[in-house]
């Protein structure tokens, strides 16, 4: 197993290395693969096109074997006779051509896609030494392709032999026919035997495309150092972020906090949960949550309130329901408008009570009216 640093690469590649790698020209390829499809394609286009080649081929060799002594002589009669000879070879060959350079193209797409990189071109000291080219001679990938030659060689040998073994009488048949149908015959049989030998390297194919998907991936394999330094590099330093958040937060609080002398109440459940609402008299907005908190936070605002000797009204219901259903500075939801509103009447005559300009207020219902989808 290949180390990194002292560490197994025992991980798959992150999505990050995979994009990297193909940008540097790292991409899935077989060579067997792209040559057996262009050779197999080869020969069916050999055998589309191959009677008319053979047919423009008869009739080149009968009209070059009928030369006159004066076209012979004639430097203008010779272009003339070749260019009219070329033309009925011409339209064959291209389409042979053009088949052959689609299947090389699409051979070589197939397993990778198509990518634009100069870092697989780009000159590098380690390709000119003779000391990594000759460890690239003798290592284990050197090995494998020596392995896959004779292979190939052994495959196309046997099948080559079957195939002459079977059909040596037709062969010989080939001889005993007249010129024109023997020509033909003879490229079709030939075309036949190519495509059988290609076809046959498709047991290679077989083996080195899943050999090729492996090796790949076996070359990109990280060690877990190099996934948690990546998982940092693209979602940043937990501890980093987590001493952002903890400082967001006490900004949060501090802002909080600073809103309670301003509030017009401090609601509480009264053990967990505190709420501080202020309501503006001279709008027509609802009452607005400015500080809320739970716990340690519920105790503080509770301390805060006292010391600036701000109202503290027990409703434990009422605090659940404004905690979790209202964010701090957005107003309340209207089916607490009614449960609130008693509360901010009960502040304002205990204010006036307090100074005098009414009587005591009456004690507020143990229990609000809270619509069941608010309650918590």
């Known amino acids: 197993m290949a180390e990194k640093d002292g560490q197994e690469q025992t991980e798959d590649a992150t999505e990050k290395k995979l994009s990297q790698a193909r940008e540097k020209g790292q991409v899935v ?35 070059l074997f009928e030369l006159s002594r004066e076209e012979i ?13 070329v033309k009925p070879l011409m339209w064959p060959l291209f389409g042979i051509m053009i088949i052959g350079f689609i299947a090389g193209i699409l051979g070589n797409i197939m397993m990778g896609g198509v990518v634009f990189s100069g870092e697989s071109i780009r000159p590098k000291a380690s390709k000119m030494s003779p000391k990594a080219g000759l460890k690239r001679m003798l290592g284990p990938q050197a090995m494998v392709e020596l392995i896959k030659s004779i292979a190939k060689v052994a495959v196309v040998v ?3 032999v079957f195939v002459l073994k079977t059909q040596f009488l037709k062969i010989m048949e080939f001889s005993l ?7 033909i015959e003879s490229l079709n049989f030939l075309a036949d035997v190519f495509i059988w030998l290609c076809a046959s390297l498709i047991i290679i194919v077989a083996i080195d495309v899943p050999y090729q998907y492996w090796k790949h991936a076996k070359e990109l394999r990280m060690t877990k150092q190099e996934v948690k330094d990546e998982m940092k590099d693209v979602n940043g330093n937990p501890q980093l972020k987590g001493k952002i958040r903890q400082m967001q937060m006490e900004v949060s609080q501090r802002r909080m906090m600073s809103n309670i002398p301003d509030a017009d109440v401090i609601i509480t459940n009264p053990t967990h949960y505190s709420v501080a609402l202020k309501y503006e008299k001279s709008g027509n907005a609802a009452p607005k949550v400015v500080a809320k908190g739970v716990d340690q936070a519920a105790f503080r605002i509770r301390d805060m309130a006292k010391e600036h000797k701000v109202p503290i009204l027990e409703s434990a219901a009422l605090t659940r329901a404004i905690y979790h259903t209202t964010e701090i500075d957005e107003p309340i939801p209207e089916g607490l408008f009614i449960a609130v509103a008693q509360i901010l009447a009960y502040v304002y005559q205990l204010d006036q009570f307090k100074q005098r300009k009414g009587n005591r207020p009456k004690p507020l219902p143990k229990t609000m009216d809270i619509p069941e989808d608010l309650k918590y």
């Open 29 to 63: 390829r077989s060579k067997e693969l792209a040559t057996t499809l262009v050779l197999t394609a080869s020969g069916a286009a050999f055998l589309a096109f191959g009677d008319a080649l053979a047919r423009a081929l008869v009739s080149n060799m009968s009209r």
């Open 73 to 85: 002589f004639s430097p203008e009669a010779l272009l003339e006779i070749v260019g009219t000879s």
């Open 158 to 160: 046997t099948i080559a």
């Open 177 to 183: 026919q007249p010129l024109h149908i023997s020509v």
